[in-house]
């Protein structure tokens, strides 16, 4: 299926979903701390999702037996929960959640670190999130899709860091993953132009080494090759006719 343009209606449920989202996420993230375990926020987000009325679009998909994707410490993304799995002080954890509000999915992702966390650690995190907002400088109607990619790489790059080639970002609607696929890392191809009404699910996966990972034999937790440290940022994006909508940011939210 090639890239879609939504509709201002589409557009219109795309943002509500979105909204939900990052209410979720806030009330995810106030639930981290020392002691819980990633069954435990699994459980709570699905919860918060059907609160409002939504569904939990990553459960079921493909088999995967969570709402939410809890990765902690060296997994990169799609940990799976469990209750035997506490978290600890000094912990880094990503949550990537994602619901479907009439029809219409949103997706995003937060890494927290737990407790007091190393001054790298910390680092890590921070230049994954800053990496986003790099990358969204040129999500703009006319720039080129790879613009993105180069800007998140580069700004990655400078500290050393692992940008991951296995896994993309990816266009979103009535699916949870469409057309086009979005690369956090250098390309040599410009890929498609921008154009109003995209949405673009956006979402560095930053390893502290290596770029490499493998997938653990359940089938689904991504590691890194090397055992450091990963982190993972992701917000649902609006292309407009100016700058870009984040669609899965609360004002004042980052
Ligand atoms: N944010 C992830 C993604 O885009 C979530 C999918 S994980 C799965 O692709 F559990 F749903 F598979
Ligand atoms: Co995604």
Redesign the pocket.
């Known amino acids: 299926m090639a890239v879609t343009i939504k509709s201002e209606r589409e557009i219109q449920l795309m943002r509500e979903s979105c909204r939900i989202l990052a209410e979720v996420h806030a009330q995810l993230g106030e639930a981290i701390r020392p002691g819980i375990s990633t069954g435990d926020i699994d459980a709570l987000g699905e919860k918060l999702i059907r609160s409002y009325g939504c569904v939990p679009?990553?459960l079921n998909?493909?088999g995967?037996p969570a709402s939410i994707?809890v990765s902690v410490n060296d997994e990169v993304?799609?940990g799976i929960p469990s209750k035997e799995r506490i978290l600890q002080e000094g912990d880094i954890v990503s949550l990537?959640a994602?619901l479907i509000y009439k029809g219409y999915h949103s997706?995003a992702?937060r890494t927290y670190g737990v407790g007091q966390v190393s001054r790298e650690a910390t680092q890590l995190i921070e230049v994954t999130r800053q990496s986003f907002f790099e990358g969204i400088k040129y999500a703009k109607a006319g720039n080129h899709l790879h613009d993105i990619s180069n800007a998140i790489d580069a700004y990655c790059t400078k500290y050393g860091y692992g940008v991951v080639r296995d896994l993309v970002g990816?266009g979103i609607g009535t699916s949870?993953?469409e057309e086009p696929q979005i690369p956090n890392f250098r390309q040599w191809r410009r890929g498609i132009k921008l154009r109003p009404g995209m949405t673009l699910?956006i979402?560095p996966m930053i390893n502290m080494g290596s770029c490499y990972v493998e997938w653990l034999d359940d089938g689904w937790t991504v590691v890194t090759e090397d055992g450091s440290l990963s982190a993972h940022y992701?917000n649902t994006v609006l292309i407009t006719d100016g700058e870009p909508e984040l669609l899965t940011l609360l004002p004042g939210q980052s």
């Open positions: 679009n990553f998909y493909n995967y994707c993304v799609h990537d994602g997706d992702a990816h949870l993953h699910a979402e992701e």
